[in-house]
């Protein structure tokens, strides 16, 4: 599978600021690393100037079959960036190091959102490395709004095979290109459901829902933020572990997937949140006790 990796403005000089966890190169490496996993050929794009990440689209839009896209500072602006990605028709997942949406100066929403299938932020570089996989597999997690693809472009992208990666290492550029390939889709929740043990019988002193034939049990009333609020509380407080949160996240995650109902006007952040937490039993995805009573705070 041929994806296109799309970095936005100034991202070439992550590293370089006070406070960036992770530079431009040990990023591409990562996404390179991944790639290989995954068994998908990258080429990566980075340009300061609208004009050249369009034309980087229009280029490569017969060769790639699905694109990750960081568009950086044009995220709120760049109409003609959303433009481009609706015309070129190939699955686009949106990523962002940050949360976008807790930038004091831009309380905008990203243009190029409802040309996407999924957004994915506030993770780091595990936001890349997520947006990879799901495009890897298919499984988006997100619901595009207003987008409606033709049939023709619809069955080309259901209907593509997996292509050989030949490997061509060499340094990641400005405007560069790198090949990947080898192993195995789906590891990020995969390793996180290998680190979580079974679920017991009994969760804070509840009886578990009966089994169904048709797998796990849907919440009956749907997955609220105060549940996921009070799982966090939970292993903030040392009453379960990393894993059964883990374990408990993967599973409401499954069934907002599947269709479970979820709080009204919530469900893009629930499905946010459940999976980073599927994933805090990860090495990639762990998350500290500050990250978690930040995202507790986001779920008030």
């Known amino acids: 599978m041929n994806i296109l990796v799309v970095h936005g403005p100034n991202l070439n000089l992550l590293g370089e600021a006070k406070g960036d966890a992770v530079s431009y190169a040990a990023l591409n490496a990562r996404l390179e690393s991944f790639a290989r996993e995954l068994q998908l050929t990258l080429k990566i794009v980075q340009s300061n100037h609208e ?60 243009v190029i959102k409802d ?38 472009t619809a069955s080309d992208a259901a209907t593509v095979p997996p292509k050989a990666a030949s490997a061509r290492p060499g340094p990641v550029k400005t405007l560069g290109r790198a090949s990947m390939a080898v192993a195995q889709p789906g590891k990020l929740l995969q390793d996180a459901a290998q680190a979580a043990p079974p679920r017991p019988a009994k969760t804070l002193g509840k009886p578990a829902p009966e089994a169904r034939s048709e797998g796990p049990p849907k919440p009956a009333s749907g997955i609220t933020r105060a549940a996921v609020r009070e799982r966090i509380a939970a292993r903030l407080g040392n009453k379960i572990t990393v894993a059964s949160l883990a374990t408990w996240a993967r599973e409401q995650w499954l069934n907002v997937e599947r269709g479970a109902a979820t709080e ?27 990250e978690l009573i930040e995202l507790m705070a986001r779920l008030s």
Request: glycine share 8%.
């Open 51 to 110: 004009g050249v990440l369009i034309d980087a689209l229009q280029a490569e839009r017969q060769w790639a079959d699905a694109i990750l896209i960081n568009p950086a500072a044009l995220t709120h602006t760049s109409y003609a960036l959303r433009e481009c990605l609706r015309m070129v028709g190939r699955p686009t997942i949106e990523v962002h190091l940050e949360d976008i949406r807790r930038r004091e100066t831009w309380r905008r929403k990203s």
């Open 264 to 290: 009204m006007g919530q469900r893009e952040l629930l499905e946010e949140t459940l999976q980073s937490l599927a994933l805090s039993a990860t090495p990639a995805g762990q998350m500290t006790d500050n």
């Open 115 to 152: 040309v996407c299938e999924a957004q994915v932020m506030g993770k780091g570089v595990l936001s890349y490395l997520d947006g990879l996989e799901r495009l890897a597999t298919g499984k988006y997690g997100g619901v595009r709004h207003g987008l409606a693809k033709s049939a023709s």
